[in-house]
């Protein structure tokens, strides 16, 4: 037996056309005894071959012809020498060489190709099923003229090219190509004349073996036989596009363009002016950046062409109306301030006393002892023995000698030299240049201040001469005049200021309360401490009497101390806190335990009190005493004292008072009626607080309660449970905030607030929503829904409610669970919870019936009803509503499960299997075929062991039945899926 085997398209095909299973089979001989077949469990062949088989009498197998078709503009076959759209199996090819081309040509039962070109204009439009089937064939590459060294692989894109071609007779004259086209002779084979488009130039077609390209930038749009048909493609920068005259045009000068523009482009990008005051050079704008300034500039300016006028540098000028890109320098060591100059006539040279500096084109001051005319941009020096200031010569005559007083100094590092004060006895006289004098011995005068001998003087009373210099005599010497190198001291027992010596009258004794130090010096005599005048020591105050030091001028200046001080360390010192001393006391009293100083020193006994009632004795231990001190403290809120206390006393539960407002257990109060007392979380708050909205208290010390659901009570106003009442708990509103009628969807408030997720069961008797519907007036609830639709609804607390459950349909019935804290303060339902929005309906739904008691009840099974009834309606003949499922209309009722070896038709209802199939019945709405080689009687077959074979295997005539084959297995596949989800559900119903 001979096969023919390939692989490749046809696995792609039925792996997107069909959800199949894959089998592998093994064979050792050509016997069917020596093979095995085996379930794949992935659906990969990599392993093995994809078999598509033809058997022969021992001649190789060939493909079928009809693979290959050629469709012309109108969807029909394309006849010889007609151009077609070339499909594999339907598909458009997107890819095809001219040996490609000739095969397939010859697959077609034509004798070659004529023309091949690629997607030509007026197959554009044709119309291919390529949404059902993307798998393109992207190239069909052969290496001769025979099918068998062709290859075909599969397009990854399915708005790839398409192919077109002609096929026809061969004409060895090769005939003419039409315009557009050329001659392909890249393939050196006789049999094959094909004419090619042109791929983005022109040819005047004919005999033509090549294209000629277009211009830089130009393109074709169509088959172009002639350079006219080339079109202008894309324009740089600087120029603009003219579609008419199809070039590129230069911007005009004074105009620029930036960036490519393209034929495409539906807006034509113009040229733009440059800025006022700007120009460019005609083609050469190629941006702003092109756009330079144009002048002319004033006085003084120079052109830049980047940044417009600028003031010229220093030392250069400029006319007006100046152009140039550059200013005129001045001469040679003329200076000139930056863009002053109109004219050369304004450059100045330095003036005298000054000089140019080349490296930085300005004029400084000429060193000292140096002098310039200006003129010659030179300083000169100065004659030896002169100077003159820096700056200050502006002639030779300038250069002067040191006056009177003075002498010239000059630096040992440098050649620096000026004119200095001669030092305190000094002196030096006018004329040729001399070193200072030194005054006489004796005598004395200011530095700078000797300008000949007789300046030197004597020091004045009260100085001495020191080293050249008068200096004033210490603490308790003197000195009268008429000269002399010391001081004279005082008599023993007396002193002088300093420099307020100038006899031995001037020395006086000590005042009382100081006494003499060392050196002649008179110092306050210390604390406790007495001295009466000229003393030269101080006396102690007697035992237990003191003095502040300086102030004892005899033993009477001593005192004892106050009362409320003691002496301590020669000096009265205040008692500690809670202590206290009488006159003259050495020490202080402590006050009795538990008793204190509320103010003031202690000066008694009597002064130690306990604390006032409404306060406790509070104890601070002192490391710096080694003891405890102590003060008074208000009692904390629900505690009192009646006085005297060390701590204070709780006051009954339930009862409070205000911080330190406790002074007796009368004191203590139950919070009023709608009030509860806030201890806050440490007990620090201990104050009446307003119970909130929907909570009531009785005032008798316990805690707020709730009010019973769909019940409320303002804040504080609820002081018993009778206080609560229906009000506006729940409303329906819209946009507007006005309420809702019967079959309008609202927003859901509570209480004012907006309900966010809530609970929503659409069992009758523990559904929220119908709860809130009859609580408001309604019959029941229709829809709810959850999103944000009133974004910009306004209330005054945005987020109330998070939860309700229901045990029936009564409000009676539900609870809630509130918002807490740290969720209000989200100040919204977004991104957080959903907002409520709810229909309530009049009259029962579809699938209920109001009964006698004027309550919906769902219908009983098998009927249904259409809405607003008050009874039931049943099913045609065969049909009923399944279990588990409202009937809301006649649509709901369904024909009745099929006995075995029937199957459900939509109209006609159950109907006997075919011969050679079957069906379990049940809801199976098509019958299974038996395997092959076997079968079964019409109506008969129940199960796949119904059917009785009848013969051995065969081969599949083609592929067609291969595919049939397969259709048939999948469709057996899903009527098992829908027998097994029918099967999930009824358990489920069970």
Same mark, same amino acid.
């Given at each position: ?24 089979? +093994? ?11 085996? *379930? ?25 012809? #009809? #693979? ?64 059902? /089937?993307?798998?393109?064939?992207? *190239? ?18 399915? &708005? ?199 490296? %930085? ?33 502006? @002639? ?9 007083? !003075? ?5 040992? %590092? ?36 000797? /300008? *000949? ?82 003393? /030269? ?67 008694? !006994? ?16 002192? &490391?710096?005493?080694?003891? &405890? ?45 709608? *009030? ?67 079959? #309008? ?43 944000? @639709? ?185 009527? +098992? ?14």
């Amino acid at each position: 037996m001979g096969v023919w085997e390939g692989r490749g398209e046809t696995e792609y095909e039925f792996k997107k056309k069909y959800d199949y299973s894959i089998y592998a089979t +093994r064979c050792n001989s050509a016997d069917w005894s020596d093979c095995a077949v085996s *379930q794949k469990e992935d659906r990969n062949c990599d392993e093995y071959t994809d078999m598509f088989i033809i058997c022969s009498n021992g001649e190789e197998g060939k493909p079928l012809v #009809e #693979e290959f078709s050629l469709v012309n503009e109108n969807g029909k076959a394309a006849a010889a020498g007609e151009l077609g759209q070339l499909r594999f199996k339907g598909f458009p090819v997107s890819e095809v060489d001219v040996l490609g081309a000739h095969v397939a040509c010859k697959m077609m039962g034509f004798d070659g190709v004529t023309r091949l070109s690629m997607d030509d204009p007026q197959f554009v439009k044709l119309i291919t099923d390529e949404d059902n /089937t993307p798998n393109i064939l992207r *190239q069909l590459e052969c290496k001769s003229d025979d099918w068998f060294s062709c290859k075909m692989e599969i397009a990854d894109n399915k &708005y790839a090219e398409k192919v077109t071609l002609a096929c026809g007779a061969y004409n060895p004259n090769k005939a003419d190509c039409p315009p557009g086209t050329f001659l392909d002779l890249r393939k050196n084979d006789p049999k094959i004349s094909v004419c090619v488009k042109c791929p983005g130039g022109y040819s005047a077609g004919g005999k033509t073996g090549k294209c000629t390209r277009c211009d830089a930038n130009y393109f074709t749009k169509a088959p172009a036989a002639s350079k006219e048909d080339c079109v202008i493609g894309s324009c740089k920068s600087g120029t603009y596009m003219d579609k008419e005259k199809n070039k590129c045009i230069p911007c005009e000068a004074g105009t620029y363009r930036q960036g490519w523009v393209y034929h495409s482009q539906k807006e034509e990008k113009k040229c733009v002016p440059c800025p006022e005051g700007k120009t460019v050079a005609e083609g050469e704008g190629e941006g702003l950046w092109s756009c330079n300034w144009s002048g002319p500039c004033k006085a003084g300016q120079y052109l830049n062409k980047w940044q417009g006028c600028l003031d010229c540098p220093r030392h250069t000028w400029s006319p007006d109306n100046n152009t140039l890109h550059h200013c005129n320098p001045c001469p040679q060591f003329s200076v000139l301030p930056s863009g002053a100059g109109k004219s050369e006539s304004d450059c100045q040279w330095c003036p005298a006393g000054q000089y140019r500096i080349s490296t %930085y084109d300005v004029c400084r001051d000429c060193k000292q002892d140096t002098y310039s005319l200006g003129s010659d941009n030179t300083c000169r020096s100065c004659p030896t023995g002169t100077s003159v200031p820096a700056g200050k010569g502006t @002639k030779e005559s300038d250069c002067q000698g040191c006056p009177a007083g !003075q002498y010239r100094y000059s630096s040992r %590092y440098s050649s620096y030299t000026e004119c200095r004060n001669c030092n305190a006895g000094y002196y030096r006289e006018a004329g040729p240049e001399t070193d200072c004098k030194k005054c006489p011995a004796g005598t004395y005068v200011a530095a700078g201040k000797g /300008t *000949q001998i007789s300046d030197c003087k004597d020091c004045p009373a009260g100085k001495y001469r020191s080293y050249s210099q008068c200096r004033d005599c210490s603490s308790g010497y003197y000195r009268a005049e008429g000269g002399g190198t010391s001081c004279s001291k005082c008599p023993q027992g007396t002193t002088v200021e300093q420099g307020k010596g100038t006899n031995s009258t001037d020395c006086k004794p000590c005042p009382a309360g100081q006494y003499y130090y060392y050196r002649g010096y008179c110092r306050d005599c210390g604390r406790a401490s007495y001295a009466v005048e000229g003393s /030269t020591q101080c006396t102690s105050c007697p035992r237990g009497t003191t003095v502040e030091g300086g102030k004892g001028t005899s033993q009477s200046s001593c005192k004892g101390c106050e009362a409320g001080y003691k002496l301590y360390g020669g000096g009265c010192t205040e008692c500690a806190k809670n202590s206290y001393s009488s006159e003259n006391a050495t020490t202080c009293t402590r006050c009795p335990n538990g008793k204190l100083i509320a103010e003031g020193l202690g000066t008694k !006994q009597s002064d130690c009190t306990g604390c006032p009632a409404g306060q406790y004795l509070y104890s601070t231990y002192e &490391y710096r005493i080694r003891g &405890y001190t102590y003060t008074c403290k208000n009692c904390s809120a629900m505690e009192y004292s009646e006085g005297n206390a060390t701590r204070c006393t709780r006051c009954p539960s339930g009862r409070s008072v205000a911080a330190g407002q406790g002074k007796s257990l009368s004191d203590c109060e139950f919070c009023p009626a709608g *009030q509860y007392l806030d201890s806050g979380y440490y007990r620090s708050s201990n104050e009446c607080k307003d119970c909130v909205k929907g909570y009531y208290n009785a005032g008798n010390g316990g805690s707020c309660q709730q009010c019973p659901f769909g019940t409320t009570v303002e804040a504080g106003l609820g002081k018993s449970k009778d206080d609560c009442t229906r009000g506006d708990t729940f409303q329906l509103v819209n946009r507007e905030g006005n309420s809702v009628g019967v079959g #309008e969807e609202g927003l859901l408030l509570y209480r004012g607030g907006i309900a966010c997720t809530w609970i929503t069961r659409w069992d009758k008797n523990q559904n929220p929503g119908m709860a809130i519907c009859r609580w408001l007036g309604f019959d029941r609830v229709e829809s709810t829904t959850n999103g944000i @639709k009133f974004g910009d609804f306004q209330t005054s607390k945005a987020m109330t409610l998070d939860r309700v459950r229901c045990s029936s349909a009564e409000m009676s019935s539900c609870t809630r669970r509130e918002k807490s804290d740290r969720e209000e303060m989200r100040g919204s339902c977004y991104n957080h919870h959903n907002d409520v929005f709810l229909t309530c309906a009049a009259g029962c739904p579809a699938g209920e019936f109001k009964n006698t008691n004027g309550t919906c009840e769902t219908c009983p099974e098998g009927l249904f009803s259409t809405g607003n009834a008050v009874s039931c309606s049943s099913c045609p003949a065969a049909k009923s509503v399944p279990k588990g499922t409202k009937g809301t209309g006649p649509e709901s009722c369904q024909w009745d499960p099929c006995k075995a070896g029937n199957y459900l038709d939509k109209t006609n209802g159950c109907l006997p299997c075919k011969a050679g199939t079957y069906s379990p019945g049940g809801k199976q709405i098509r019958c299974s075929n038996c395997r092959s080689g076997t079968t079964v009687a019409a109506g008969k077959g129940g199960s796949s062991g119904d059917c009785i074979g009848m013969g051995s295997f065969k081969a599949f005539a083609s592929i067609n039945n291969e595919l049939a084959d397969i259709e048939i297995n999948l469709s057996n596949l899903e009527q +098992r899926l829908e027998t097994l989800e029918l099967g999930g559900e009824e358990a489920e119903e069970e």
